[in-house]
C-alpha cells in the first residue's frame, strides 16, 4: 500500500490557477500509475488525467485538456497538478489515486482500476 496526501486546494476565482499536490509515501513511488479524478457535490466522482509510471504517457480528461497539467517527481514522490483557466465547473474534491503498474508506459482510467486514494482536496472556483 501507499499512503497518498493531497494538498494545496483553495478558493480562485475563474480564470485563475492554481496547484495541488499529492505526496506518497510507503511502498516505492516509482512502481505506481497515478491519476487525479474528482468529485462535485452532488456529481459521480470522475477522471481527470491520469499519468503512466514513467511520466511519459498522460491521458486527459476532454473537459481539462489544454487547461490541467500533470507531472510528477519521482524523485520527492510527488504528484503535481496544475490548473490554468479554471472554471467554476472545476469546482470539486479532487483526490489523487494510484495503481501499481508493472507496465512503465500504461495509463489507467477507471477508478475501479486504483486501489489506493488520499483523503482529497477541496477546489473552489467562483464565478
Known amino acids: 500500500q501507499v499512503q497518498l496526501v493531497e494538498s494545496g486546494g483553495g478558493l480562485v476565482q475563474a480564470g485563475g490557477s492554481l496547484r495541488v499536490s499529492c505526496a506518497a509515501s510507503?511502498?516505492?513511488?516509482?512502481?505506481?500509475?497515478m491519476a487525479w479524478f474528482r468529485q462535485a457535490p452532488g456529481k459521480e466522482r470522475e477522471f481527470v488525467v491520469a499519468i503512466s509510471r514513467s511520466g511519459g504517457s498522460v491521458v486527459y480528461a476532454e473537459s481539462v485538456k489544454g487547461r490541467f497539467t500533470i507531472s510528477r517527481d519521482n524523485t520527492e514522490n510527488t504528484l503535481y497538478l496544475q490548473m490554468n483557466s479554471l472554471k467554476p465547473e472545476d469546482t470539486a474534491v479532487y483526490y489523487c489515486a494510484a495503481k501499481t503498474s508493472f507496465l512503465r508506459t500504461a495509463t489507467y482510467r477507471s477508478g475501479r482500476d486504483y486501489d489506493n486514494w488520499g483523503q482529497g482536496t477541496q477546489v473552489t472556483v467562483s464565478s
Open positions: 510507503g511502498r516505492t513511488y516509482i512502481n505506481y500509475a
